[in-house]
């Protein structure tokens, strides 16, 4: 069984600080890991991906990610955030074209 | 770059009535589509897999019946919703991919009266 993995519901922070958002994965054989964010009321946007090679990867916004393979994750990170990042993000896992969702994580930036 | 357009973005039904969304790839061949359902405060679903020229694969708890989809080409796929129940609704995201990766339209948002 496929599954993605995102421990918090809710992470709250200010205006500049740094965060982390949590993906664990299960998945057999080779993988696509992708991250994404859906503003309130929109669909999904896409932010980076990860599939082999260096195992950071950088993304839009000033967004990374690092795939660990040992820990079976691939955490978001980004070193000052602002209010705009406000959202929803779903990390997502991929065999082929199927894609599994994490449950999302909202990142709330207070001003 | 590759696009995908769906529409409508926004729709409103009777509950008991039916209604179409539609994808639209642009600049890369849709050789997959994948239809996905978020319904409210959940994660997305996803309803089935349409590969050109291979049967349409529906998940568990969805149906052709329900959920009936066309792929006809590389750059077009739509979806209906048949019967629309408040439980129907939510945010329902196409996602046509190439040989590489899924690419993501805004979504159709459906709601139920």
């Known amino acids: 069984t496929q599954t993605v993995s995102q421990s918090d519901a809710h992470v709250t922070v200010f205006e500049g600080d740094s965060v982390e958002l949590r993906c664990n994965y299960s998945y057999g054989g080779s993988i696509y890991l992708s991250w994404y964010i859906q503003h309130h009321g929109h669909g999904l946007q896409f932010l980076l991906k990860?599939?082999?090679?260096?195992?950071v990867v950088q993304g839009v916004n000033g967004f990374e990610a690092e795939f660990s393979k040992s820990d079976s994750s691939f955490h978001l990170r980004k070193a000052s955030v602002h209010w705009s990042d406000s959202a929803v993000y779903f990390c997502?896992?991929?065999?082929?074209?199927?894609?599994?969702f994490g449950s999302g994580t909202r990142l709330l930036v207070s001003p | 770059g590759a696009l995908v357009y769906q529409y409508p973005r926004r729709t409103i039904c009777k509950s008991g009535t039916s209604m179409r969304m539609e994808c639209q790839a642009v600049?890369?061949?849709?050789?997959?589509v994948a239809w996905y359902r978020q319904s409210p405060q959940k994660t997305f679903e996803l309803i089935a897999l349409s590969t050109v020229n291979s049967a349409i694969k529906y998940e568990q708890n969805f149906t052709q019946e329900k959920f009936p989809i066309s792929h006809p080409n590389l750059s077009f796929s739509s979806m209906t919703v048949l019967n629309a129940y408040l439980e129907d609704r939510g945010l329902y995201l196409c996602?046509?991919?190439?040989?590489?990766?899924?690419?993501f339209g805004h979504g159709t948002k459906l709601s139920v009266l």
């Open positions: 997502a896992a991929s065999g082929g074209y199927k894609v599994v």
């Open positions: 600049g890369f061949q849709a050789t997959s």
């Open positions: 996602g046509a991919g190439d040989n590489e990766r899924l690419f």
């Open positions: 990860y599939y082999s090679g260096n195992p």
